[in-house]
């Protein structure tokens, strides 16, 4: 059973738009979550992350949202621009337990100008 | 500055590459320590600097693992061939003079996907 759900392969936006990527998760042990972006033939760029005891984090363009009652986060760039167009993974851990990061199948976001 | 600082604080890098991770310690002190925060454990002593004598790798857990002080001041750690047990809050402390307090960085935190 996968712990952490990307529900869409792909999402398409606009520039200078909102990007709403979706992450919803399982194990309510979860206390630590990230996302960051992949590039073809390049290495992942950490984005953002955020802490259970928070419910947003916010660092410029980038902004997460977590609801822990509904086991979902969120991850929006406001405004999207071309160079955002990426695979986007959300990655989740129960870090106070000594359990490693599961990671989501991604989310292909495309920015078109 | 007014206290230790490493960056990045956040990185997230691909089973097998490289990475750096560098520590700015308070100005004038002599002592650097590198120590990891692996998933729910304490803090495990990787490599300890004093001044200009031979650093003290004890800790250091496999000979992928490196770090150099330059100059008595900023300190890099490196990890080659970064495997997912790598995963850990990486901390970096310095000790100045006579003082017995560490003062420690707000580590950087090492993700392998």
């Known amino acids: 059973d996968q712990q952490v759900k990307q529900n869409s392969p792909s999402l398409s936006v606009q520039e200078g738009r909102i990007s709403i990527l979706n992450c919803d998760y399982t194990?309510?042990?979860?206390?630590?979550f990230l996302w960051y972006k992949k590039y073809p033939a390049e290495g992942p760029t950490f984005l953002i992350s955020?802490?259970?005891?928070?419910d947003k984090n916010e660092d410029g363009r980038f902004t997460v949202f977590l609801n822990k009652s509904a086991k979902h986060l969120s991850l929006h760039i406001v405004p999207s621009q071309p160079g955002d167009s990426a695979v986007y993974f959300c990655?989740?851990?129960?870090?106070?337990?000594?359990?490693?990061?599961?990671f989501g199948p991604g989310t292909r976001l495309s920015v078109l100008p | 500055g007014a206290g230790v600082s490493q960056s990045p604080s956040n990185k997230v890098t691909e089973k097998g590459k490289d990475v750096e991770l560098r520590c700015d310690p308070i100005s004038g002190h002599t002592a650097l320590y590198w120590y990891r925060q692996s998933l729910g454990q304490g803090l495990e002593f990787l490599i300890y600097f004093q001044g200009n004598s031979a650093p003290d790798k004890s800790g250091l857990p496999s000979d992928r693992f490196s770090a150099e002080r330059t100059g008595g001041s900023v300190s890099t750690l490196t990890i080659q061939r970064t495997e997912q047990r790598d995963s850990a809050m990486y901390r970096c402390a310095s000790i100045g003079g006579a003082g017995t307090e560490a003062f420690f960085g707000q580590g950087t935190r090492l993700t392998v996907v």
């Open positions: 194990n309510s042990m979860f206390d630590y």
């Open positions: 990655a989740a851990s129960a870090w106070n337990y000594g359990q490693n990061f599961v």
């Open positions: 955020i802490s259970s005891i928070k």
